[in-house]
T-cell receptor
Framework: GQQLNQSPQSMFIQEGEDVSMNCTSS?????WLWYKQDPGEGPVLLIA?????ELTSNGRLTAQFGITRKDSFLNISASIPSDVGIYFC????????????FGKGTKLTVNP | DAGVIQSPRHEVTEMGQEVTLRCKPI?????LFWYRQTMMRGLELLIY????????DSGMPEDRFSAKMPNASFSTLKIQPSEPRDSAVYFC?????????????FGSGTRLTVV
C-alpha cells in the first residue's frame, strides 16, 4: 500500500531553536496535511496544502507542498515548550478517495 | 460544535471480554473513520464509512473486530473476544469528504488495555 516516509522520527531541541521535518512518498498526492498530537489527545490539523509549490504559514509554522507532489516539509521557528508533541504528515492521493495516508510521526521534545 | 466525541476515554478489560467503543461524529460530516494507534505501527486505518455505509474495511485486523454506523450521529467499534494485543488507543475521526479539503477532525481517543 501507499506509504509516507516521515523524518526524523524524533528530535530533541532547545527552546528558541528552529525545527524542520519532512515527508516523502513514492506516489503523487493532491493534498498534504500536517497534524500535531498532544499527549492523551487526538491529532489536530495544523496546516493544509492543496497545490504543488504552495507555501503556507500558520503563526510560527510554515509548510510547503513539494513541486514533485511527492513531498512536503514543516518548519517551526523559535520553538517553545508547548510545541512538544508528535507531528504527523498526511496525504490524499488523486482519484477523489477520502482516505488519508499518515506518516509515522516526528516526536518533538523542547528543552526549556 | 463539540467536536468528535468518543467514549469511554479509558477502558480496562480482561482477555476474552467484549469491548464496545463509541463515537459521535461532527454534525454534517459525511465520513467517519476508525483508527488504531500503537507505538510500533503508528496510526492504522481500520474502517471508514460514507453516509453510514462501510466503504473500506480492509484494515480491520480480523473477524473479532466489527464496526457499525446505524445513523449519521453514532458509530461503534466492537472487539469480541478481546486479546492483550488489542491494547492500543482507538481514534474516531470525521470529515466532510472530498467536497471540502479540510482534513479529518479526530476525537480524543479511547485508551484500551486488555489484561
Amino acid at each position: 500500500g501507499q506509504q509516507l516516509n516521515q523524518s526524523p522520527q524524533s528530535m530533541f531541541i532547545q527552546e528558541g531553536e528552529d525545527v524542520s521535518m519532512n515527508c516523502t512518498s513514492s506516489s503523487i498526492f493532491n493534498t498534504w496535511l500536517w497534524y500535531k498530537q498532544d499527549p492523551g489527545e487526538g491529532p489536530v490539523l495544523l496546516i493544509a496544502l492543496y497545490k504543488a509549490g504552495e507555501l503556507t504559514s500558520n503563526g510560527r509554522l510554515t509548510a510547503q507542498f513539494g513541486i514533485t507532489r511527492k513531498d512536503s516539509f514543516l518548519n517551526i521557528s523559535a520553538s517553545i515548550p508547548s510545541d512538544v508533541g508528535i507531528y504527523f504528515c498526511a496525504g490524499r492521493t488523486q482519484g477523489g478517495s477520502e482516505k488519508l495516508v499518515f506518516g509515522k510521526g516526528t516526536k518533538l521534545t523542547v528543552n526549556p | 460544535d463539540a467536536g468528535v466525541i468518543q467514549s469511554p476515554r479509558h477502558e480496562v478489560t480482561e482477555m476474552g471480554q467484549e469491548v464496545t467503543l463509541r463515537c459521535k461524529p461532527i454534525s454534517g460530516h459525511d465520513y467517519l473513520f476508525w483508527y488504531r494507534q500503537t507505538m510500533m505501527r503508528g496510526l492504522e486505518l481500520l474502517i471508514y464509512f460514507n453516509n453510514n455505509v462501510p466503504i473500506d474495511d480492509s484494515g480491520m485486523p480480523e473477524d473479532r473486530f466489527s464496526a457499525k454506523m446505524p445513523n449519521a450521529s453514532f458509530s461503534t467499534l466492537k472487539i469480541q473476544p478481546s486479546e492483550p494485543r488489542d491494547s492500543a488507543v482507538y481514534f474516531c475521526a470525521s470529515s466532510f469528504g472530498p467536497r471540502r479539503s479540510d482534513g479529518y477532525t479526530f476525537g480524543s481517543g479511547t485508551r484500551l488495555t486488555v489484561v
